[in-house]
């Protein structure tokens, strides 16, 4: 495996973290001091409301976790922005990851997303933290003996080239809809959004101009969204995505149940026949590379970049 130095010497990644969201694959741990330990490792930042409420409720736990298990939160700042590291005491041990450099090997790409590593640093779980959950995982894997079979905690994505599942749902009028019902002749966008993420909401209005250049290729684009079919949420998509189909899913049982997503903005790409051919965080470059490698090159004009963001 290769190597490399980060954070002036103090820090080693070795290459290769989750090869595909979502397929837990083996991945080293980030920070070498924990290497033999068990490792629960929260990537957030400061005023990120879900990295409080999870750095809380890791600050209660210390006290309780079994004997060789490590905590840490890891400050990430966002793509675009800088993070200036904070010096308050937040009750557990605290770094930061200033070039996102140990983001990047993580594939980490929501606030926050909580890891578990084990003594031999293998990714076993990486998600939203839910105590119950992390204090079972936690639990389960600190008491594991040498050579044990490693049970992974992420659910498997929709493996590519299975087909979805049939699922079925209300858009924002309140009318049943299905997937059948949704998806396009030769391909299909499924874009997995909330509005209460940002990222999200930034990304939906990409989608208009996607559905009208792919539109003559067969191509149909979906919104599923996490929020209630409220006045809120069919201004929004009204207003960032209009004659998108916007299908709401507050209780998650679509993106989580049949399609486990991992977290949002997120989307897959299914053939005419409802095989999954892409599924990863979405941005637009992505989302366009994955139908032009399905053969759904724009109406009237040449492949887009296939550079995925």
């Known amino acids: 495996m290769n190597r490399r130095t980060l954070l002036a010497g103090a820090l080693a990644v070795v290459s290769t973290a989750l090869a595909q969201p979502g397929t837990p694959r083996p991945a080293p741990h980030p920070l070498p001091d924990h290497k033999g330990s068990v490792l629960v490792l929260l990537l957030g ?5 879900g990295t409080e409420t999870a750095t809380v409720f890791l600050a209660g736990y210390k006290s309780a976790i079994p004997g060789g298990v ?18 308050n005491n937040i009750g557990i041990p605290r770094a930061f990851d200033t070039g996102r450099v140990i ?22 779980f990486a998600g939203s933290c839910e105590p119950a959950k992390v204090k079972e995982m936690v639990a389960e894997v600190a008491a594991e003996e040498p050579g044990a079979p490693k049970k992974m905690y992420t659910p498997p994505l ?10 079925s749902g209300t858009n ?3 009318k ?16 997995f959004g909330a509005v209460s993420c940002p990222f999200s909401n930034k990304a939906l209005e990409s989608l208009p101009k996607l559905a009208k250049d792919y539109a003559g290729k067969g191509v149909s684009v979906t919104i599923v969204t996490r929020s209630a079919a409220d006045a809120a949420t069919r201004s929004l998509h009204a207003k960032a995505a209009p004659g998108i189909p916007v299908v709401a899913d507050p209780m998650d049982a679509i993106g989580k149940a049949v399609c486990h997503v991992p977290a949002v903005p997120f989307f897959f790409v299914l053939d005419g026949t409802g095989k999954a051919t892409a599924r990863q965080p ?15 090159t724009p109406a009237g004009g040449c492949a887009t970049s296939t550079g995925a963001g």
């Open 176 to 191: 049943a809809v299905t997937l059948a019902s949704l998806r396009g002749e030769k391909a299909t966008v499924l874009f």
């Open 158 to 167: 929709l493996a590519l080239g299975a087909p979805m599942p049939e699922w």
């Open 103 to 124: 983001a990047t090997k993580l594939e980490f790409f929501f606030y926050p997303t909580l890891y578990l590593l084990d003594r031999d640093g293998v990714v076993r």
């Open 70 to 87: 490590s905590i840490l939160r890891l400050d990430v700042p966002p793509p675009d922005g800088k993070l200036e590291p904070a010096t």
């Open 45 to 49: 930042m400061p005023g990120c409301p």
């Open 282 to 296: 979405f941005t637009d470059a992505a989302a366009r590379a994955a139908l032009d490698a399905a053969g759904g």
């Open 172 to 174: 924002l009028a309140g």
